[in-house]
């Protein structure tokens, strides 16, 4: 019988709130340093919460010429950035392996898609009275146009499309990634995801959810007092381990097992037994007990039952192993990027692994007493991360984790 494939990450590329590349999103990870701050991209008279986690410093003119920004929305910009990144990364040349072309699929996940391009849309018709949209206003917005754009730009003509399962979607691209080439449907694959959704409207309507934070994010802390809304993207080169080592490539580490569930519950109240049960899943799939895994980057959005609920079924599956993992929430510092938060979240787990250096939960004031596992508070630290967990729990019920392994 036949060795299962094997799948490694051979690229990482990233913008965030924490910076533009994963150089500069590493150096403030291990610093511990939040990239929330006050909200530019809606005026603050008009909004309760004056906070967000925004990439800083960003002029679109300076990636992109005119012809491309007629059709790039920045949710697009963001996975193309960091596409760029990754295939650099990877070190791969597709304009010179035709036959890889055809064999690597681009999966590029958001939870909304274009979502500047719409809110101008009704800007230009409610607002102003315009008698037409942009004639490129639906190529800009769909939510599928990161991962046609993505193809496009390095000619990629295997499976591609977009996965939309709100705050689970880039774990849902991953997972479905991994299984594409471990299935032989695919050899490589560009996947993550993008988001980029600050606005007026968008804030106000978190508002009325009452989930968002007015100070900052702190998870599993005690006086936590919600999320706050961030946005960025984060796109893995993943393709066969022995495809990798054959080419002479760098390896971060595996992708070696993916878990997903419905927990059939509520539209926005979250499920400890259908969290539970895809983390099972997914130490399953990668033939790890417990007592394997060292780290979980964990969906933690500061929110006071979220926290609780993912505890709890941490807790459920590792028994007393649970003790001794560390836990922690990156959306401490680049915020919920919402379809792209696990795609941050992946980045920065893939360089847990390869560093040595677990990011901490930044803001953290003290322990709360339902939340009581080591959530690494303020500092990074130095630990040999053998394998990961990335726990993605979406309003909806739709839970997604991908299970990580040092190679």
């Known amino acids: 019988m036949a060795e299962p494939v094997r799948v490694a990450v051979t690229g990482i590329g990233s913008i965030s709130p924490l910076g533009h590349n994963v150089g500069e999103i590493w150096a403030a990870l291990e610093a511990g340093k939040s990239g929330i701050g006050e909200l530019t991209q809606a005026p603050l008279a008009q909004v309760n919460i004056k906070i967000a986690a925004e990439v800083k410093n ?7 010429d005119e012809r491309e920004l007629l059709v790039y929305d920045r949710y697009t910009q963001f996975a193309l950035l960091s596409a760029r ?7 791969i040349d597709f304009t010179k ?11 590029i996940a958001s939870g909304v898609g274009g979502w500047s391009t719409i809110d101008q ?32 730009k390095f000619g990629l003509k295997g499976p591609a499309f977009c996965i939309s399962s709100a705050c689970s979607s ?11 080439i471990r299935t032989g449907r695919a050899r490589a694959a560009l996947a993550g995801g993008s988001e980029a959704e600050i606005s007026l409207t968008s804030q106000r309507s978190w508002e009325s959810l009452r989930v968002m934070a007015s100070d900052t994010c702190r998870p599993f802390s005690r006086d936590r007092k919600g999320m706050v809304i961030g946005e960025g993207a984060g796109i893995l080169v993943l393709e066969r381990l022995d495809d990798a080592r054959k080419r002479g490539a760098k390896i971060y580490c595996e992708i070696a097992g993916y878990g997903l569930s419905a927990d059939a519950g509520d539209i926005v109240m979250p499920d400890t037994d259908g969290a539970a ?9 990668a033939a790890l007990a417990p007592e394997d895994v060292d780290y979980i980057n964990a969906h933690g959005t500061g929110t006071q039952l979220n926290d609780v609920t993912e505890v709890k079924a941490i807790k459920s599956v590792f028994g007393p192993a649970a003790q001794r993992l560390m836990v922690t929430s990156t959306k401490s510092m680049h915020g919920h990027a919402l379809g792209a938060a696990s795609a941050l979240e992946a980045v920065a787990t893939v360089k847990a692994i390869k560093e040595g250096v677990v990011p901490p939960t930044a803001n953290y004031l003290g322990p709360d007493p339902e939340c009581d596992l080591d959530h690494v508070p303020n500092t990074a630290r130095k630990a040999k991360v053998r394998a990961a967990l990335s726990n993605s729990l979406a309003f909806g019920g739709l839970n997604a984790v991908v299970a990580f392994k040092a190679v």
């Open 58 to 64: 960003y002029d679109e003119t300076k990636r992109f």
């Open 277 to 285: 049960r895809a983390i099972r899943q997914a130490l399953a799939s």
């Open 121 to 152: 849309a009704f800007y230009f018709l409610h607002k102003l009275g315009k008698p037409r949209a942009h004639p490129l206003t639906i190529p800009r917005m769909m939510i599928s146009a990161a991962a046609s754009q993505i193809s496009m």
């Open 170 to 180: 880039s774990n849902h691209a991953l997972g479905e990634a991994y299984w594409m």
């Open 97 to 107: 392996d035709e036959a890889l072309c055809l064999e690597t699929a681009v999966i």
């Open 85 to 91: 990144e990754a295939v650099a990364d990877a070190g």
